[in-house]
């Protein structure tokens, strides 16, 4: 090799060093990434974005990013960016659709997921998370008109400790709750949510029906079962056992059973 | 089919980025993931599992065929976003674990400010036996992940 050709590798690999492309920030970004370091990751995307504004793999780096710390609105902002530079790029449309699913606004999902899977129909993660959005429909257009059997709060007991027990159905309407008012869309919202999503995990997983939950906070633990298109759930201190904690939900389901046949006798 | 990570279509090379956004981690920290899974993995009845960021990228997978890491870590990771939103809105604090049976097997997720741990189990999984494991290894994981 020649001097003035080491000199010019020896000056491109300083200027590398000190002036890194924007490809280069990206692929240095993504390696924090893969280490949890979101945080530091954000910003090496952030000046790569600065020097080619038009890049779609920084936006949606950007919007991964985001998404990992949880910063819903820049993440929809990335990913929007995203499809400026290309229109139907299929993991900006996902990741839109995700943030549309977590927000409650499964219409919006569907339309992203859709139209990710018209350019590309062989997208699994957008197949799936479409699929399960099209169970949550079928549920809805199957309950809608079906009578509700009312459940007389008088007929529950509650365990000691226990509170917010809720009987859902799987299209969110509430069949018997006993908590704060402005609560109870919340929380039928939430339940029959988690039940709908663990649904679909654990069928893509080939594990069949989803019987029954725990979800375990610090503060306390939801324990709920489900069946024939119903949800109830009941929220115990955390640190309760989970045999009492099963034992609980148990006498609540049967009560809720005994109820509902009285209210409708 | 469209890539793990890297965009489709035109994006990508147009602007002049052959970048690979669903490589592996450096070796000795995924070394310690796959460890981390695979004693999971160990517990009576867990039959494999993933570890997926909140946006469902997989991390690591040892799962079973046919099942895809994927499509698991696309519902894994929307169902871990509920249960962590879920616990906030309700005001029921920090999202820990979570267990989902069937009549034939379970699953479990764990939440961390990394992302989910998800465990599959068949009808032996015991959640008394395998939650508190679940709950040591996102510790294990956060800690090892914060060291820079």
Redo the contacts between chains.
Sequence with gaps: MGLGALLERVLSSFLTARFPS??EL??RA??L?????YREAIRLVDEGLRR?P?????H??A??LH??V?EVQP?REAFQN?LT??P?????LL?LA?IA??GGDPDAGRSALER?LL??P????????EK?LAVRGAVQSNLAGAPTRPVRPGGIRLAREGR?PILARLDGSVVFAQCDED?KP??AQ?VT??VR??S???A?????????????????S?YLQTDVGLVLAL?LP?GTS?ADGWSALGRLWADKAKAATESGG | MADRRVPSGKAGPEAGEALHLGGPPPPSRAQQVREILGKLGQLAGVRGGLIVTPDGFVITADLPPPISAEELAALGATLGRELELGMDRLARGTFRTAFFSTDGGAIFLGGSPIGFVILLGDAGAEPAAVSPALQEAVARLEGFWKVQ
Excluded: C, K, W
């Excluded at chain 1, 990434?33 to 370091?37: A, I, P, Y």
């Excluded at chain 1, 062989?122 to 998370?129: G, H, I, N, S, W």
């Design positions: 924007a490809a990206f692929r993504d390696r990434r893969h280490e949890g370091r080619t038009d890049s779609a793999t920084g949606l780096l919007g991964y998404l990992a949880r993440a995203a530079v290309d139907n790029h299929p993991r900006a990741g995700r699913i977590e990710a350019y590309h062989d997208f699994p993660e957008a197949r799936v998370l399960m917010d609560q919340v929380l939430h949510q988690v999503i663990a679909a995990t654990l893509r997983a080939g594990l069949g029906a989803l019987r029954r939950g725990i979800i375990e906070g610090a503060q306390a939801t929220t955390s989970i």
